[in-house]
């Protein structure tokens, strides 16, 4: 009896034993595949690596690249303001050379934001020297660059102004719904109240009623908006 168990209790022994060294070359055999699998990929691996480190140096490069740019573009700008506003400041250029001279400019810099408010102010220029069509042409060039939007009420209400002076209501209409466009109301109540002026102008009564009206209910706190939509409105 006591042999039996002795051997039974042996060949549990050597049974574990065996499952042990089976599990140890299991577990080789696995590293070992691990192995020959990242050995198989490591072009692919490699290929990964490089890639994103390449990715962070071009990335390093450009906001390098921009940040200098940026300084190069804001030093014609100011360049810009020394030279030709006040050229034409002192009458010491004529308003086609001007506008000749920012054109290149904006050619030379293409969508540079800090050309928004230059242009601003070489168009307030000619529009205060009653160069109403040299004025339209700089808000046209800059009206197209990525700015602000308080930047583009400044320009699309400028433009509003000219082409009334002009006597183009219609253009000037245009001009008043793309401010009634934009998701910062700023002085929505003089822009709805001017798009009634302008559908008065070109004989829409029922577009006019509906602008100021629009003023009449939507501003009851602009008072001088209201009560010049009521005047428009009690003659309509």
């Known amino acids: 009896m006591s042999t039996t168990t002795n051997q039974n209790q042996t060949d549990v022994n050597l049974n574990s034993k065996l499952q042990a060294h089976n599990t140890t070359i299991q577990s080789i055999m696995d590293e070992k595949d691990i192995f020959e699998r990242v050995l198989a990929h490591k072009s692919l691996i490699i290929a ?4 994103l480190v390449l990715a962070v140096i071009l990335g390093a490069i ?34 086609d050379m ?14 540079f934001i800090g050309l928004a408010p230059l242009g601003i102010q070489v168009a307030d220029q000619l529009t205060k020297d009653n160069q109403l069509a040299s004025a339209l042409k700089i808000l046209n060039a800059i009206e197209g660059i990525n700015t602000h939007e308080f930047m583009k009420y400044m320009i699309y209400s400028r433009k509003a102004v000219i082409f009334e002076d002009q006597n183009q209501y219609n253009e000037s209409i245009d001009a008043l719904l793309k401010l009634s466009g934009l998701s910062s109301k700023i002085f929505e109540a003089k822009t709805y109240m001017d798009l009634g002026r ?10 006019a009623k509906k602008s100021f009206e629009y003023v009449t209910s939507q501003h009851k706190d602009e008072a001088e908006f209201v009560k010049i939509s009521k005047l428009y409105l009690g003659q309509l």
């Open 48 to 51: 990964g690596i490089c890639g």
């Open 62 to 95: 450009y906001f390098q690249q921009r940040e200098k740019n940026f300084k190069i573009h804001a030093g014609q700008v100011y360049q810009f303001s020394e030279t030709a506003v006040k050229d034409y400041t002192e009458k010491k250029i004529t308003a």
């Open 98 to 111: 001007y506008v000749s001279q920012f054109l290149t400019l904006k050619n030379s810099l293409g969508s």
């Open 198 to 207: 302008m559908y008065v102008k070109i004989g829409d009564k029922e577009k």
